[in-house]
């Protein structure tokens, strides 16, 4: 409870950005805008009964009819404000010092109207709430029901989908376990309904962003890819902008990656090993994340990939979900993707490993091959993440020997500790037994004059386990160039130790 000591003290200081007088409740309709604002900023007192000029405590006399009417006027405030009244009795009078107390606004509540309008304080002042404010609080408040992913696309219908796409990363589901066999011989227009992305047959923006054939006029689905020669961006190598569904952009970026980064390599027991000089599987879940996460509402924004001489940068329109921070992003955490559908979809066709686990996952990727783990900077209304191209990849992978033994320990490392050099080695090692001395699983019964070399292994060896995939597929599977793996499967066709089995739409690869 307040006494009219405490009265005192706040009219010291003047009105604020928490602090309101009002001489009488004669301007309680300019008082609500005012108990609003508070609602939307960080809260406040608003008080009848004090003169602005000259700051006094003048009081007022209340009645039950001057209850009603404060009643009255906060009813015109909603969603319903959680406000309280006290009534502080002047000493030597009969008046009373009306005092409404209001709680700041949190992160995810809907923002107060008054009359149908948003107001908010700015120092001293109430003004209405900017409109772009207003929505993006709204949005908040109910993520889901606002979430661009789940508005209806006016000029889309199934046939305008990817048929042989959908189909394709069916497939990949259900190789992964994600998805029941049964998946394989169900109606497009059941697997859309089963994913929640039609309502009475309509397609919702997510099925567009994730299978269309032709984007039409969402210019969301676009992504600014750039290779600069130094380490600005004075200077272009390549410029390209793709369009297309999150499948296509993903794999052309991919694309676009092992075109422009140095891809070294060193055999280490008769066992060609190449890396990037960032870690392919990072790039892949950073982009993946970036097509998942990003915000979709301003058609005018697109993610963008740039290649520099000392790093990569991959940028996507928005902002961390609460309570996410840069500080905080790199400990454990539940995922929270800003697109639910998009996101369920990803996961159930095996692009998006593990919900809440992407930035570990990169993290862990540039540890093993020895370079700097991402950044992750916020800039404006974007989330960008930085690698660290490693120069001297060739001379730390050169450092594994035959007997697993190192050159150079890292100084005061921990007994029972790997180094990053020795993570490396006993992957490689772990490659190198699985592979039989270098031999395929299966005899390729004569047909071949010599061996396949280690990448065309690679993606025998995928076809092997993933009866029935795509090209796509086993591009983004493997994380390689779509153009590479499609001149092995032609070499692997053409010697008949694979074949191509069904339609064009549906069919897939599959080992003789």
Avoid at 144 to 165: G, H, R, S, V, Y
Avoid at 230 to 241: A, E
Avoid at 448 to 475: A, D, F, V, W
């Amino acid at each position: 409870m307040l006494s009219i000591n405490d009265v005192e003290i706040l009219i010291q200081n003047d009105e604020s950005r928490t602090v309101e007088f009002k001489k009488t409740t004669g301007e309680l309709k300019d008082a609500m805008r005012s108990v609003c604002a508070f609602l939307n900023s960080n809260g406040g007192m608003l008080l009848f009964g004090v003169s602005p000029k000259p700051l006094k405590i003048v009081g007022q006399t209340v009645s039950d009819n001057t209850k009603r009417e404060i009643a009255q006027a906060l009813s015109s405030i909603e969603p319903v404000p959680d406000v309280i009244v006290e009534y502080v009795d002047v000493p030597d009078s009969k008046k009373q010092v009306i005092v409404i107390q209001c709680e700041p606004w949190v992160n995810g509540k809907k923002p107060y109207v008054c009359c149908g309008r948003p107001y908010y304080r700015v120092e001293s002042t109430t003004r209405i709430m900017p409109q772009t404010l207003y929505e993006n609080r709204l949005k908040g408040s109910d993520p889901q029901k606002f979430a661009w992913e789940n508005q209806l696309a006016a000029d889309f219908t199934i046939n305008d989908l990817d048929e042989e796409m959908i189909r394709g990363v069916v497939r990949a589901g259900v190789s992964s376990g994600r998805l029941p066999a049964t998946a394989m011989n169900d109606a497009i227009e059941s697997i859309l309904q089963r994913w929640h992305l039609t309502e009475d047959g309509r397609l919702y923006n997510s099925a567009v962003a994730l299978f269309a054939k032709d984007i039409k006029n969402y210019s969301q689905l676009t992504m600014r890819m750039a290779c600069f020669k130094g380490k600005d961006k004075m200077v272009f190598l390549d410029n390209k902008l793709a369009e297309g569904n999150i499948y296509r952009l993903f794999s052309e970026s991919m694309d676009f990656l092992f075109k422009h980064l140095n891809l070294n390599g060193v055999v280490i027991r008769e066992k060609r090993v190449e890396q990037l000089d960032v870690p392919a599987e990072a790039l892949r879940e950073a982009l993946i994340n970036a097509l998942c996460h990003r915000s979709y509402d301003d058609y005018r924004d697109t993610i963008s990939l740039a290649i520099y001489a000392d790093r990569v940068e991959i940028s996507n329109p928005g902002q961390l979900p609460y309570p996410l921070t840069v500080e905080n992003i790199n400990l454990p955490h539940e995922s929270k993707p800003r697109n639910l559908k998009i996101a369920q979809v990803l996961y159930k066709t095996s692009y998006l490993e593990s919900w809440g686990t992407g930035i570990q996952r990169m993290r862990d990727a540039c540890v093993t091959q020895g370079n700097t783990p991402p950044k992750i900077i916020l800039r404006e209304d974007r989330v960008i993440v930085v690698f660290e191209r490693n120069g001297n990849l060739v001379s730390k992978l050169k450092n594994v020997t035959e007997n697993g033994q190192l050159n150079g320990q890292l100084n005061g490392q921990s007994n029972g500790q790997l180094n990053n050099n020795q993570i490396i080695e006993n992957q490689l090692n772990n490659d190198v037994d699985n592979q039989s001395n270098g031999q395929l699983n299966g005899q390729l019964n004569g047909q071949l004059n010599g061996q396949l070399n280690e990448s065309q292994k690679e993606t025998l060896e995928y076809i092997r386990t993933h009866e029935g995939c795509n090209t796509t597929m086993i591009s983004n599977g493997l994380g390689k160039p779509f153009r590479t793996i499609d001149k092995h499967i032609q070499f692997m066709i053409d010697t008949k130790i694979i074949e191509r089995r069904g339609s064009k739409k549906t069919g897939g690869y599959y080992v003789v």
